[in-house]
DNA sequence: GCTAGGATGCTCT
DNA sequence: GAGCATCCTAGCC
C-alpha cells in the first residue's frame, strides 16, 4: 500500500514537478483489479508562454482542468484513438500539467497485459497512450482529484540512485529541454536507451 | 530488424 | 475543415 502525495507536490512548477514525479509510483485501483507502475518518462507543459500547450491560447472548455487545483488528472483524446494522462500543476489558477509517458509496470501486470492486449511487458506502457490503456485510464478520469485513491501517484520512491536525462518534448516544435527519463531504463517510450517502438 | 502510412474523433480556426 | 502531446500493421530489408 502507497502514500499518495499531497497537493503541495503539485503545486509547483511543471518541470521541477516533471523530475520528481521519476521512479514513484502511479496507481489506479479500479473495479477489474489494482494496476501500478513506476514512472520512468514525463513531460511538463506550461500555458500561454508554451505553444505546445493545450493552455497556450487560454482557457477553453477542453482544457479548463489545467487552469484548477494542482493534482487532478487531465485526460484527454489524441488522434480519436488515445488517452492521454496528466497531472495538473502549477499553484491554482495558473495552467500546468506534466505528461506521463512510460511507466514500468509493477503490480497488476496480467490486468494491463488482458486490457492491452500485448504480452512483452517492455510494450505495456512504452507510450502515454500504451499507459492510459494499461492502466485503464479514459475521459472519465478526466478531473479527478489525484492526491487520493482510486488513482494516484506515491510518495515512495522506489527507483533510487538513477540518472535523469533531459531532452526536448517528442511530437511538438519547441525545443526546450522540458523532456525527463531515467537514464538507462528500457521501459521508456522511444529508443536511444529505450523500448522498442512498434 | 526497420520504416511508412492509415486510423479516427474532437477542438479550435 | 485542418490539425493534432500516438499506436499499430504491413511490407521491405
Redesign the pocket.
Known amino acids: 500500500m502507497w502514500t499518495p502525495l499531497s497537493r503541495d507536490f503539485y503545486s509547483r512548477d511543471s518541470a521541477q514537478v516533471a523530475r520528481d514525479l521519476l521512479g514513484r509510483i502511479l496507481v489506479h485501483e479500479s473495479s477489474e483489479g489494482l494496476t501500478s507502475g513506476i514512472i520512468v518518462e514525463a513531460?511538463a507543459?506550461y500555458g500561454e508562454d508554451d505553444p505546445?500547450?493545450?493552455?497556450y491560447?487560454g482557457m477553453?472548455?477542453?482544457?479548463r482542468v489545467?487552469y484548477g487545483e494542482p493534482g487532478h488528472a487531465?485526460v484527454?483524446?489524441?488522434?480519436?484513438?488515445?488517452h492521454?494522462l496528466?497531472v495538473v500543476t502549477m499553484p491554482r489558477g495558473i495552467p500546468g500539467?506534466v505528461?506521463l509517458?512510460a511507466l514500468q509496470p509493477l503490480e497488476g501486470v496480467e490486468l494491463m497485459r488482458r486490457r492491452?492486449?500485448?504480452s512483452d511487458a517492455l510494450?505495456l506502457a512504452?507510450?502515454?497512450?500504451?499507459?492510459s490503456?494499461a492502466m485503464g485510464i479514459d475521459l472519465n478520469h478526466n478531473g479527478v482529484d489525484m492526491t487520493k485513491p482510486p488513482l494516484y501517484i506515491s510518495r515512495e520512491r522506489i527507483l533510487k540512485d538513477f540518472e535523469v536525462v533531459v531532452t526536448p518534448?517528442?511530437?511538438?516544435?519547441d525545443m526546450r529541454p522540458l523532456r525527463f527519463y531515467v537514464k538507462g531504463n528500457l521501459y521508456v517510450?522511444r529508443?536511444k536507451g529505450g523500448a522498442?517502438?512498434?
Not at 505546445?52 to 493552455?55: D, E, I, M, Q, V
Open positions: 513531460e507543459y505546445a500547450s493545450h493552455a491560447r477553453t472548455e477542453r482544457n489545467m487531465y484527454f483524446l489524441l488522434y480519436g484513438v488515445n492521454l496528466n500539467a505528461l509517458r492491452r492486449g500485448v510494450l512504452s507510450g502515454p497512450g500504451r499507459l490503456k518534448r517528442i511530437g511538438v516544435r517510450s529508443p522498442p517502438r512498434a
